[in-house]
């Protein structure tokens, strides 16, 4: 008869209303993890990505300008997508406008 009073008391234990868990609260660490992402990594890198491209629509005929690969020219001609670069006396490049890294102050390729 043992074995219907070990039944009963865990009845007893279990019974009654059991509190649900909160949803919200269970979604919460996620929640936060998204806010953490957002703020530290997605926000900043558009912020950089819109400065890149407001740099690139900006270039004019005789920017001095520096690429991604490395090359430090002056812009001859621009196109829509493509610029025409002079590295040299007598030496042009054609290069994508996604090319240019960075615009130089002028008279940096005078002085290096």
Same mark, same amino acid.
């Given at each position: ?12 234990? =279990? ?43 900006? /270039?004019g005929?005789g920017?001095?300008?520096? =690429? ?9 001609? /621009? ?12 030496? =042009?490049?054609?290069?994508r ?6 615009? /130089? ?8």
């Open positions: 008869m043992d074995f219907f009073i070990a039944s009963a008391h865990a009845q007893a234990a =279990t019974g009654g209303a059991a509190a649900a868990p909160n949803p919200i609260m269970s979604f919460l660490p996620l929640i936060i993890l998204f806010g953490v992402f957002y703020f530290m990594l997605i926000r900043p890198q558009m912020k950089r990505a819109k400065e890149q491209r407001a740099m690139i629509s900006s /270039l005929k920017d001095e300008v520096l =690429t991604n690969g490395g090359l430090l020219g002056r812009i001859e001609e /621009l196109g829509e997508q493509i610029i025409t670069l002079e590295i040299a006396a007598g030496v =042009t490049v054609k290069l406008r996604d090319a240019v890294s960075a615009v /130089l102050p002028k008279g940096t390729l005078k002085s290096a």
